[in-house]
Protein backbone atom coordinates (compact mmCIF):
# COMPACT_ATOMS: atom_id res chain seq x y z
CA UNK A 1 0.00 0.00 0.00
CA UNK A 2 1.18 3.44 -0.92
CA UNK A 3 2.13 6.10 1.82
CA UNK A 4 3.25 9.48 1.41
CA UNK A 5 4.07 10.95 4.53
CA UNK A 6 5.13 15.20 4.45
CA UNK A 7 6.84 17.01 6.79
CA UNK A 8 9.45 19.75 7.31
CA UNK A 9 6.59 22.24 7.74
CA UNK A 10 7.01 25.03 11.04
CA UNK A 11 6.74 28.74 11.78
CA UNK A 12 9.83 31.24 10.20
CA UNK A 13 10.44 34.60 9.68
CA UNK A 14 9.73 36.46 6.06
CA UNK A 15 13.06 35.90 3.87
CA UNK A 16 13.60 32.28 5.59
CA UNK A 17 13.89 28.75 4.32
CA UNK A 18 12.10 25.60 5.07
CA UNK A 19 13.06 22.06 3.46
CA UNK A 20 9.96 20.20 3.14
CA UNK A 21 9.89 16.37 2.61
CA UNK A 22 7.89 13.82 1.10
CA UNK A 23 8.21 10.15 2.26
CA UNK A 24 7.30 7.78 -0.11
CA UNK A 25 6.58 3.90 0.88
CA UNK A 26 4.75 1.27 -0.98
CA UNK A 27 4.62 1.25 -4.96
CA UNK A 28 7.29 3.89 -5.52
CA UNK A 29 8.52 2.81 -8.85
CA UNK A 30 4.79 3.11 -10.43
CA UNK A 31 5.30 7.27 -9.53
CA UNK A 32 5.20 8.86 -13.03
CA UNK A 33 4.70 12.43 -11.74
CA UNK A 34 5.44 14.10 -8.21
CA UNK A 35 3.79 17.20 -6.79
CA UNK A 36 3.25 20.01 -4.36
CA UNK A 37 -0.33 21.74 -3.08
CA UNK A 38 -0.67 23.91 -0.78
CA UNK A 39 -3.84 25.79 0.40
CA UNK A 40 -3.77 28.93 2.41
CA UNK A 41 -6.37 29.58 4.70
CA UNK A 42 -9.71 30.52 3.39
CA UNK A 43 -8.30 29.47 0.09
CA UNK A 44 -8.25 26.32 -2.05
CA UNK A 45 -5.70 24.29 -3.03
CA UNK A 46 -3.33 25.20 -5.40
CA UNK A 47 -0.60 23.29 -7.34
CA UNK A 48 3.20 24.80 -6.52
CA UNK A 49 5.01 22.92 -8.62
CA UNK A 50 6.11 18.98 -9.76
CA UNK A 51 8.46 17.15 -11.51
CA UNK A 52 8.10 13.84 -12.81
CA UNK A 53 9.60 10.77 -11.19
CA UNK A 54 12.73 10.78 -12.47
CA UNK A 55 13.53 14.20 -12.11
CA UNK A 56 12.69 16.03 -15.27
CA UNK A 57 9.33 18.00 -16.17
CA UNK A 58 9.98 20.10 -13.22
CA UNK A 59 7.76 23.00 -13.43
CA UNK A 60 6.31 25.84 -10.65
CA UNK A 61 3.87 28.41 -10.89
CA UNK A 62 4.87 31.91 -11.44
CA UNK A 63 4.64 33.26 -7.86
CA UNK A 64 7.36 30.38 -6.39
CA UNK A 65 9.50 30.37 -9.44
CA UNK A 66 13.24 31.23 -8.24
CA UNK A 67 12.23 30.69 -4.71
CA UNK A 68 11.46 27.30 -4.60
CA UNK A 69 12.98 23.72 -5.57
CA UNK A 70 11.68 20.55 -5.90
CA UNK A 71 14.09 17.68 -5.76
CA UNK A 72 14.35 13.64 -5.14
CA UNK A 73 16.42 11.54 -3.12
CA UNK A 74 16.23 8.36 -5.32
CA UNK A 75 17.99 6.31 -2.76
CA UNK A 76 15.14 6.80 -0.22
CA UNK A 77 11.96 7.42 -2.34
CA UNK A 78 11.83 10.64 -0.96
CA UNK A 79 11.61 14.07 -2.80
CA UNK A 80 11.75 17.32 -1.26
CA UNK A 81 10.57 20.65 -1.56
CA UNK A 82 13.06 23.28 -0.51
CA UNK A 83 11.53 27.35 -0.13
CA UNK A 84 13.67 30.16 0.30
CA UNK A 85 12.77 33.84 0.40
CA UNK A 86 9.76 33.02 1.98
CA UNK A 87 7.19 35.66 2.33
CA UNK A 88 3.89 36.31 4.07
CA UNK A 89 1.58 34.64 1.15
CA UNK A 90 3.49 31.10 1.09
CA UNK A 91 1.82 30.59 4.33
CA UNK A 92 -0.60 27.33 4.51
CA UNK A 93 -0.76 23.60 4.36
CA UNK A 94 1.36 22.28 2.05
CA UNK A 95 0.58 18.42 0.39
CA UNK A 96 2.97 16.00 -1.45
CA UNK A 97 1.07 14.19 -4.34
CA UNK A 98 1.90 11.22 -6.59
CA UNK A 99 0.27 10.32 -9.43
CA UNK A 100 1.27 7.23 -11.70
CA UNK A 101 0.68 9.01 -14.93
CA UNK A 102 1.43 12.51 -16.36
CA UNK A 103 -0.76 14.49 -15.16
CA UNK A 104 -2.72 16.13 -17.97
CA UNK A 105 -2.95 19.21 -15.85
CA UNK A 106 -0.48 19.10 -13.59
CA UNK A 107 -1.96 21.78 -11.44
CA UNK A 108 -5.61 19.54 -10.60
CA UNK A 109 -5.17 17.96 -7.78
CA UNK A 110 -7.68 15.19 -8.82
CA UNK A 111 -4.95 13.92 -11.25
CA UNK A 112 -3.08 12.94 -8.35
CA UNK A 113 -3.89 9.62 -6.36
CA UNK A 114 -2.04 9.41 -3.14
CA UNK A 115 -1.45 12.18 -0.79
CA UNK A 116 0.28 13.38 2.05
CA UNK A 117 -1.56 14.61 5.01
CA UNK A 118 -0.27 18.20 5.36
CA UNK A 119 2.59 19.76 6.69
CA UNK A 120 1.79 23.65 8.11
CA UNK A 121 3.53 26.41 7.15
CA UNK A 122 3.66 29.67 8.66
CA UNK A 123 5.96 32.91 7.48
CA UNK A 124 5.87 35.60 10.14
CA UNK A 125 6.21 39.24 8.18
Known amino acids: QVQLVDSGGGLVQAGGSLRLSCAAS????????LGWFRQAPGEEREFVGG????????TYIDSVKGRFTISKDNAKTTWYLQMNSLKSEDTGIYYC??????????????????WGRGTQVTVSS
Open 26 to 33: GRTDDFSY
Open 97 to 114: AASIYIPQRLDRDYEYEY
Open 51 to 58: MSGIGTLK
